[in-house]
């Protein structure tokens, strides 16, 4: 029995953004992006792990975000959407303030 092989997601473009599909464990996921961005960020191969879409650069991972933003050293998703990579979405920040950011762990128990 042969082994039929599911169709490749062909990266495009939608009306919430342009979308990127992601290699890895969960191929049904994707990262939005700008227009302004999307041909830049189509070239490479995208994976997604832990939430985020990253790529290999010299035998280290490198975030969707430092292509987006490269002289930044972080950046927040303001709607806590990890692949939502569109610039409306991203912001400079520090480690206190994307922390601050964060949403409410699923093992809290008292709302704070």
């Known amino acids: 029995m042969t082994k039929v092989s599911k169709s490749p997601k062909v990266n495009g473009r939608s009306g919430q953004g342009n979308k990127i599909y992601l290699g890895g464990k969960h191929n049904n996921k994707y990262a939005l992006v ?17 939430g985020y879409a990253f790529r290999w650069l010299n035998k280290k991972m490198r975030y969707m975000h430092k292509d987006i933003f490269p002289d930044l050293e ?36 008292s709302g704070f």
């Open 34 to 50: 700008d227009k302004e961005d999307f041909d830049f960020i189509n070239k490479f191969h995208w994976i997604f792990s832990k």
């Open 74 to 109: 972080r950046v927040d998703h303001i709607n806590h959407r990890r692949l939502d990579y569109r610039r409306v979405n991203l912001r400079p920040c520090t480690i206190s303030q994307n922390g601050a950011n964060r949403l409410i762990g699923i093992n809290n128990t």
